[in-house]
């Protein structure tokens, strides 16, 4: 099927090793973010978030850091597997809509 | 956690035709969204689709290009409407019970 991710910027990461994905963002009031995974064919699927209020949440495998005084956002991703492969956006909430950054391919290499 | 059904998942029309897309949610929302993912492209949110009132709709995205239906609160259907190659996407609806819940989308293809 067709690939979501032919134009995006491409991150390779070796397989088990950490990858770092990150994101810039415009609005200084958004309060609220979102990283998505979409695999090739389905519609994003929610990896984790973070409030404003914080600077780092974890989950299992990844951890999300805020730094509210760049506008960055980044998403880690600890011992890359090969079922990590896909397209990654980050999305903040603005007033109650999601809206979409541009999106990170990541590859993982064997 | 929501559950959201996307009918069809995939379509060929042919220009100048429309295509109307429902979105079936397995529990009652107040908001539903569409967006509009171009080959290669992040998603581009087209409207918020409120039970009982007029969608609203984003900048650059009109209500006669995009009529959207909201007649309660669990499903919503969104018409491409005159459809030109350019409109050849993938189309997904979500909800937002705290977090953002998408369709698998609608693969539309516009020959």
């Known amino acids: 099927g067709e690939s979501v991710g032919l134009h995006l910027p491409t991150l390779s990461v070796q397989e088990g090793d950490n990858s770092i994905i990150n994101c810039a963002y415009s609005n200084s009031a958004s309060d609220y973010f979102i990283w998505y995974k979409q695999e090739s064919g389905k519609g994003p699927q929610f990896i984790i978030d973070i409030r404003s209020n914080m600077d780092k949440r974890q989950g299992q495998r990844v951890t999300v850091l805020l730094n509210k005084t760049v506008k960055h956002l980044s998403l880690q991703i600890a011992a890359t597997q090969p079922g990590d492969s896909a397209v990654y956006f980050c999305a903040e909430d603005r007033d109650d809509k999601i809206i979409f950054g541009k999106g990170t391919r990541l590859h993982i290499l064997p | 956690s929501a559950v959201i059904s996307q009918k069809p998942s995939r379509d060929i029309c042919q220009r100048g035709t429309s295509l109307t897309i429902q979105c079936q949610v397995d529990s009652q929302v107040t908001m539903m969204f569409w967006y509009r993912q171009q080959p290669g492209q992040s998603l581009t949110l087209i409207a918020t689709a409120n039970q009982g009132s007029e969608a609203t709709y984003e900048s650059g995205f009109v209500i006669d290009k995009f009529p959207i239906s909201r007649p309660n609160l669990t499903f919503s259907t969104l018409t491409v409407s005159n459809m030109s190659p350019e409109d050849s996407s993938i189309y997904l609806c979500?909800?937002?019970?705290?977090?953002?819940?998408f369709g698998q989308g609608t693969r539309l293809t516009v020959v």
């Open positions: 979500s909800v937002v019970p705290g977090e953002a819940f």
